[in-house]
């Protein structure tokens, strides 16, 4: 069974960082494009950066260009994000999402609908 669960998710300070990493079990991710989006209460689920299947490539929204990192190590079966210079506004629940519908093209898209396989979230919280 195709299974993804996040972890290193809680509590910062603001200007701080946390590494989230998304693990899959039940399957590999050499070959699927893995996502993460968030959700903060009260509002809609936001793709925030995406990663292709072969790492080459990787799409982030505005507001966290040059703070976050999507990477993958597909030998751990694991996909990770960077989050440095974190603000109170990154305060959500973060998903892992995971796709394989891209295929051929190597590409990624933060659009919630192309992403059929779903974790069950890490919670970030930014506050002093």
């Known amino acids: 069974q195709l299974q993804l669960v996040e972890s290193g998710g809680g509590l910062v300070q603001p200007g701080g960082s946390l590494r989230l990493s998304c693990a899959a079990s039940g399957f590999s991710l050499d070959y699927y494009a893995i996502s993460w989006f968030r959700q903060a209460p009260g509002k809609e689920r936001v793709g925030v950066s995406c990663?292709?299947?072969?790492?080459?490539?990787?799409n982030y929204i505005d507001s966290v260009k040059g703070r976050f990192t999507i990477s993958r190590d597909n030998d751990k079966n694991t996909v990770y994000l960077q989050m440095n210079s974190l603000k109170p506004e990154d305060t959500a629940i973060y998903y892992c999402?995971?796709?394989?519908?891209?295929?051929?093209?190597?590409?990624?898209?933060?659009?919630?609908?192309?992403?059929?396989?779903w974790g069950q979230g890490t919670q970030v919280t930014v506050s002093s």
């Open positions: 990663i292709s299947s072969s790492g080459g490539i990787t």
């Open positions: 999402a995971a796709a394989d519908s891209f295929a051929p093209q190597d590409m990624c898209i933060l659009t919630a609908l192309r992403w059929p396989h």
